[in-house]
Nanobody
Framework: QVQLVESGGGLVQPGGSLRLSCVAS????????IAWFRQAPGKEREGVVC????????SYRDFARGRFTIFRDNVKKAVYLQMNSLKPEDTAVYFC???????????????????WGQGTQVTVSS
């Protein structure tokens, strides 16, 4: 059973950057689509960005496109989320998870994703 662990969150000023890491244990993720989700206080969890097992299937939500970049290192069993130009509305707990059905990005239906970690807190504030 693949389990994912997130790290790299913290407090950053508006306009700043953070790089989140998602590292797998218990198995490889080479053939998995991995997505980042986030949940802000009082709000529902939402998908942020997904990276598929093959090139070209990455999927970004509109609010992430142009500011966030997702990439993976299958040797290290890791997926990273580089976040630039952060805004206060990006404040949330960020989670990563693997798509239990599809190997390429399809959508952000959380019911299909597995291996959820505890998340990492990102706070954007001056």
């Amino acid at each position: 059973q693949v389990q994912l662990v997130e790290s790299g969150g913290g407090l950053v000023q508006p306009g700043g950057s953070l790089r989140l890491s998602c590292v797998a244990s218990g198995g490889a993720i080479d053939y998995d689509a991995i997505a980042w989700f986030r949940q802000a206080p009082g709000k529902e969890r939402e998908g942020v960005v997904c990276i598929g097992s093959s090139d070209g299937s990455n999927s970004y939500r509109d609010f992430a496109r142009g500011r966030f970049t997702i990439f993976r290192d299958n040797v290290k069993k890791a997926v990273y989320l580089q976040m630039n130009s952060l805004k206060p509305e990006d404040t949330a707990v960020y989670f990563c998870a693997r798509d239990g059905v599809w190997s390429d990005c399809v959508d952000f239906d959380g019911r299909r994703y597995t291996g959820w970690g505890q998340g990492t807190q990102v706070t954007v504030s001056s």
